[in-house]
């Protein structure tokens, strides 16, 4: 059984930072492509972006230039790192996993609000 547990939100100033971690538990977590999501009060959950087993991020447009997506493969954790935040990136964020037979998991998600 798969687990995802994030950790790291919480309410930050606009301009600001924040660093979430995404913990997995589960077998094949290394050569999975995980990634991070996000929604809003009222919205659809949205794609924040995505890293695959060897490292390679790609980003929502929303993200490009102010978030990073890393992973430690040893410790089966990825981190969302988020500069410049502005209030429009409040959100609960979730993480994901894509087992490489196509199952999917998520997080319970961590609140990020960011005041103007």
């Known amino acids: 059984q798969v687990q995802l547990v994030e950790s790291g939100g919480g309410l930050v100033q606009a301009g600001g930072s924040l660093r979430l971690s995404c913990a997995a538990s589960?077998?094949?977590?290394?050569?999975?492509?995980m990634g991070w999501y996000r929604q809003a009060p009222g919205n659809q959950r949205e794609l924040v972006g995505t890293i695959t087993s060897g490292g390679r991020a790609n980003y929502a447009d929303s993200g490009k230039g102010r978030f990073t997506i890393s992973r430690d493969n040893a410790k089966n954790t990825i981190y969302l790192q988020m500069n410049n935040l502005e209030p429009e990136d409040t959100a609960v964020y979730y993480c994901?996993?894509?087992?490489?037979?196509?199952?999917?998991?998520w997080g319970q998600g961590t609140q990020v609000t960011v005041s103007s």
């Open positions: 994901n996993v894509v087992l490489p037979w196509g199952s999917q998991y």
């Open positions: 589960g077998s094949r977590i290394s050569i999975s492509v």
